[in-house]
């Protein structure tokens, strides 16, 4: 799958905000959780604000979720790139 430069740049500035706090607090796994958990507030948000109902809040949560499982999968298996092993 190919991804528009666009959106890659857009992904790069949350990437780059995530690294920049896990620097500063030295709380990886915090800040992992913390950008996780705001992607599902965000998401959320976005439901509610653009016309989700209770109708469709089922259909909406099996959207971001397999959106969610493609995305970590393809990660992990470099389709977009190289994900970076710490040196020994």
């Keep these: 799958m190919a991804y528009a430069k666009e959106f890659l740049d857009l992904v790069d500035q949350f990437i780059h905000l995530a690294n920049r706090l896990a620097e500063a607090e030295g709380k990886h796994g915090?800040?992992?959780?913390?950008?996780?958990?705001?992607?599902?507030?965000?998401?959320?948000?976005?439901?509610?604000?653009?016309?989700?109902?209770?109708?469709?809040?089922?259909?909406?949560?099996?959207?971001?979720?397999?959106?969610?499982?493609?995305?970590?999968?393809?990660?992990?298996?470099g389709v977009v790139g190289p994900v970076v092993k710490p040196q020994d």
């Design 30 to 77: 915090e800040v992992s959780a913390a950008i996780l958990f705001a992607a599902g507030r965000y998401n959320a948000f976005n439901f509610v604000t653009h016309g989700g109902t209770e109708d469709t809040r089922e259909q909406a949560l099996e959207f971001y979720v397999s959106e969610y499982r493609k995305a970590i999968s393809s990660n992990l298996d």
